[in-house]
């Protein structure tokens, strides 16, 4: 969820079955009254439900919701993916375009036209936060 407060990681069917087991292990060494399978599910579900994790309300790259464009000499906040290395123009037009992909365009036109390693960027950036 890009604009929601938290988010739910998915939960295999694998994951769920060491839940049940767990549970099952923690009602019996702990002499918990789990009178049934059903008390286990339940143990299982509320660990299940521990999964879940507050997620940053600035859309995926992390880079705020405004609709301004990161100056031209300011360092970008830190993306969802590794790009040290990436010149300071690709990485402020990923985070640009990152922020764009959340609806509201965050594009800084003058660049876009004149600098290719900022429009890369900002390409990069909407095309993977729009799959996220």
Do not use: H
């Amino acid at each position: 969820m890009k604009s929601g407060v938290l988010e739910f990681y998915p939960v295999r069917s694998v994951d769920f079955a060491a839940f049940l087991i767990l549970s099952i292990v923690i009602c019996n060494a702990a002499s918990l009254r789990c009178p049934s399978l059903a008390g286990a599910i339940a143990a299982a579900l509320l660990l299940a439900l521990g999964g879940c994790a507050s997620a940053p309300t600035g859309g995926a790259g992390g880079s705020g919701s405004g609709s301004a464009p990161i100056p031209a000499n300011v360092e970008p906040p830190p993306a969802n993916v590794n790009l040290s290395g990436f010149p300071l123009p690709y990485r402020q037009g990923y985070a640009d375009g990152c922020a764009s992909a959340g609806g509201t365009e965050r594009k800084d036109g003058a660049r876009f036209g004149s600098d290719g390693n900022y429009r890369t960027g900002w390409q990069d950036g909407l095309a993977l936060c729009r799959k996220r």
